[in-house]
């Protein structure tokens, strides 16, 4: 069997355990059909046939693929990786929090644009109402409803209320 071949039912063995982690697959029917025929292969197995391949494949493309597929097995088999060796090891890229300059600079940023609104005509800093955010006409039996609602839980409050009132008098 070629890498590309492993790499394909490696992926497809793993996606039995994951829903949705093979969102579509194109390759070889023969290879869908033997991992649907199969008993359910361990995570810890499928860790194990990543490392092995990973070993064959090396550098590029295809092994960054399959170093995916590896930590993804390791986790469901239980390996504990950092969140950002786990987000490198999945995905190539290591996160980093932002410096602190990063967020005076966006604090900057955020205060220009209130100075700017605040600079309106009317003086008055712009406002949106709920309503002009709403597109109309198209739920009406929900607006209809919700409104209804509003109006019953406000009753029921002022109802609460006034027994509550009179009750402690």
Same mark, same amino acid.
């Given at each position: 069997?070629? /890498?590309?071949?492993?790499?394909?039912?490696?992926?497809?063995?793993?996606?039995?355990?994951?829903?949705?982690?093979?969102?579509?697959?194109?390759?070889?029917? #023969?290879?869908?059909?033997?991992?649907?025929?199969? !008993?359910?292969?361990?995570?810890? *197995?499928?860790?194990?046939?990543?490392?092995?391949?990973?070993?064959?494949?090396?550098?590029?493309?295809?092994?960054?693929?399959?170093?995916?597929?590896?930590?993804?097995?390791?986790?469901?088999?239980?390996? =504990?990786?950092?969140?950002?060796?786990?987000? #490198?090891?999945?995905?190539?890229?290591?996160? =980093?929090? !932002? *410096?602190?300059?990063?967020?005076?600079?966006?604090? #900057? @940023?955020?205060? =220009?644009?209130?100075?700017?609104?605040?600079?309106?005509?009317?003086?008055?800093?712009?406002?949106? %109402?709920? @309503?002009?955010?709403?597109?109309?006409?198209?739920? /009406?039996?929900? #607006?209809?409803?919700?409104?209804?609602?509003?109006?019953?839980?406000?009753?029921?409050? @002022?109802?609460?209320?006034?027994?509550?009132?009179? %009750?402690?008098?």
């Amino acid at each position: 069997m070629t /890498p590309a071949e492993r790499y394909l039912l490696l992926g497809l063995r793993l996606g039995r355990h994951v829903d949705g982690l093979v969102d579509a697959y194109y390759g070889p029917l #023969e290879l869908k059909e033997q991992a649907d025929a199969e !008993p359910l292969v361990d995570a810890a *197995t499928l860790a194990a046939d990543a490392e092995s391949l990973l070993a064959d494949v090396g550098d590029g493309w295809l092994g960054d693929q399959v170093l995916g597929l590896r930590t993804y097995a390791g986790v469901l088999a239980g390996e =504990e990786f950092s969140y950002s060796d786990e987000v #490198e090891r999945c995905y190539g890229v290591r996160p =980093e929090p !932002p *410096t602190p300059d990063a967020y005076a600079e966006a604090h #900057e @940023r955020l205060d =220009e644009l209130l100075r700017a609104t605040a600079r309106s005509p009317t003086g008055a800093r712009p406002s949106v %109402s709920r @309503r002009s955010c709403r597109p109309s006409g198209c739920f /009406p039996r929900f #607006e209809t409803s919700s409104r209804s609602c509003a109006r019953a839980r406000r009753r029921s409050c @002022r109802c609460r209320r006034a027994r509550r009132s009179s %009750s402690s008098r």
